[in-house]
């Protein structure tokens, strides 16, 4: 009942908050059911039936009114709430969340992909008395990622539309907890669409060829970025990392640029985690006098979306005196302008598909 009634505040908050805006939106509501994937033989226990839910979103279209809408065939932007049942009550329980996401248009504006990021909070947590078979949440709160690609039309019958496709749902908290197995729901989803307003703007169409030509000269950037996290050994405790990273960007189009680049890490969670290897486990050969520093070099991407970027990077230690998942690391996470050089950053760090940290990032670019 208090999903329930989590939910309806949220339909409320959207409808008021839709009809203070000039621009059409509209909402959505739809049923999922599917799989949870094993992606880690740690969490085969937990899959005991198929996940069920709901979701609910708003959407603010977009006409082309600013250039990057008509860069992006006119995505939509807006929230979604989503409530999901793991059908494990006793271990993984229910798990409530809300996303800001963007929905983009292919093939004549009938396949929707929505892609949204933000936090969820789940019931049940794992607790080394009460519920020590959850290794898949670690805390309360995490973060959560989600994608749906529909086929979708709107206005089938006067406001009434329908949509339905596959989505995925990923809960973790980025190793800020452990344990932090985490878990990726694979769902069929079908649902209906209403437009709250009766009448909508003409799509806008005035970018011509030059658009597309646009370059820039290379650009300086330095950033700083932060946060807690904790190794895979339950109870061990939480620890602050801080990374220094520079690189250069060269902008290719409006969309795109290409980055190469130079990271610096001070994990202190490391630092522990070399002292307990060394006394505790002796056949790992850790004397406890490693380094826990590493250095890393970087090439990247960003995907530039009005004053918002998407951030993609693949990195190498060059410097790496203690093994700790591989050599190879990934960062992908999202960028916010704040006038023409300074941003802030939200990233996750991970070692393929083992998450290290989330991390928080303030930066320049000259």
Not at 190 to 213: F, W
Not at 251 to 275: M, P, W
């Amino acid at each position: 009942m208090k999903f329930l009634l989590s939910a309806l505040l949220c339909v409320s908050f959207i409808a008021v908050f839709a009809q203070n805006k000039t621009q059409s939106s509209y909402v959505d509501v739809s049923y999922f059911k599917g799989n949870i994937a094993l992606h880690n033989n740690d969490i085969l226990h937990l899959i005991q039936g198929h996940p069920e839910g709901y979701i609910i979103g708003w959407s603010k279209k977009t006409y082309g009114f600013k250039d990057w809408e008509q860069r992006y065939n006119y995505p939509d932007y807006g929230v979604t709430y989503a409530y999901q049942n793991m059908k494990n009550p006793d271990v993984l329980g229910t798990l409530a969340s809300l996303y800001a996401h963007y929905n983009f248009y292919f093939f004549n504006r009938n396949l929707m992909f929505r892609i949204g990021q933000g936090l969820a909070y789940a019931d049940k947590t794992y607790d080394k008395e009460s519920n020590f078979r959850n290794v898949a949440y670690g805390s309360h709160l995490m973060s959560s990622t989600f994608a749906m690609l529909n086929f979708k039309k709107e206005r089938i019958f006067n406001r009434f539309g329908f949509m339905a496709g596959v989505s995925l749902i990923h809960y973790s908290n980025a190793n800020v907890k452990a344990p932090n197995a985490s878990t990726n729901t694979v769902a069929f989803n079908a649902g209906v669409t209403y437009n709250l307003d009766a009448v909508e703007p003409e799509y806008q169409n005035t970018l011509d060829s030059t658009d597309r030509k646009f370059t820039e000269l290379l650009k300086y950037n330095v950033a700083f970025r932060f946060g807690v996290n904790e190794s895979d050994v339950v109870g061990m405790g939480q620890f602050p990392f801080y990374i220094f990273s520079g690189y250069v960007d060269k902008r290719i189009n409006r969309k795109s640029a290409l980055q190469l680049g130079t990271d610096v890490f001070f994990s202190k969670f490391l630092e522990e985690l070399i002292y307990y290897q060394s006394v505790s486990v002796p056949e790992e050969n850790v004397s406890g006098d490693e380094d826990y520093k590493r250095v890393g070099v970087f090439a990247g991407h960003e995907l530039f979306i009005n004053k918002m970027s998407l951030l993609t990077q693949l990195g190498y230690y060059v410097y790496y005196p203690f093994d700790f998942e591989g050599r190879m690391y990934m960062r992908i996470g999202l960028k916010r302008y704040f006038g023409n050089k300074i941003f802030g950053a939200i990233t996750l760090k991970s070692h393929g598909a083992k998450a290290e940290a989330v991390e928080f990032g303030v930066g320049v670019r000259l």
